[in-house]
């Protein structure tokens, strides 16, 4: 039986959920081009802005300008009273689209991309390959933008890196989609990472986490890409909550007391882009 509650249909792909400095829940729709704001409480949505090539993750620097991530040029741009302009450019680092996006108190971006065209080989293969255990996904890193706009390699060979979020003790957690499982990294007073750990292994749960959400007790909402369900993981791979949804669930956020679920039938352009099958669905925490 379904856990959650939809709150908008009529979505082609939702992704890169997150909490807004208005309290707002902000969203990418992928194939609609749009940044929208949407207040959970009266149900009043509006477009930020339009992203031409394909916007994904979204944050804000400390003075409440937001961060978005336009895929498909590889770059985080900024949005500005008179519109959007470029903040970054990502295209020394990121090796195929640039993706999701976590921006940090002080205004520093770590930014994933897919590594390579996902989309095609699972056009082309499908998913089974890629659940095989001898098989690796290619590696890519994951880019450091700072306030100024200035861009560095934060850490190497990862595994499709996707959403990220940070930990009660400070620690930066990462999906690794690809390789089944969380990352965790230290981070230094500089925003660089170290100690990199593996922070819960998902494959036995055939959970590929796409987006995530960090609660105030550490716990990790994935969603795990591959199922119509958002898992709560603890360090070390326990599974504490599962919610399922009423279709697969790419994205999550929590706002509020309010788990809110990304989710479509698919995340292939070909079956996505054109119908309006997305949803924003939400769970009462």
Known sequence: MVDTTVLREGLRFGEGPRQGPDGRL???DFYDHEVRALDLASGEEEVVCEVPEQPSGLGWLP?????VVSMRDRKVLRLEPDGLVEHADLAGIATFHANDMLVDAHGRAYVGNFGFDLHAALASGGEVPMLEPGWVAPGTPLALVRPDGTVSVAAEDLKFPNGTGLLPDGRLVIAETLAFGLTSFAVADDGSLSDRQVFASLREHFIAPDGIAVDADGGV?????????AFRVEEGGEITRKVETSQVCFAVAIVEDKLVCCTAPSSQPEVVAEARLGKLEVFAL
């Open 26 to 28: 902000h969203y990418s």
């Open 63 to 67: 003075d409440g300008r937001l961060l």
């Open 221 to 229: 909402w994935v969603a795990p890409a591959l199922q119509p369900f």
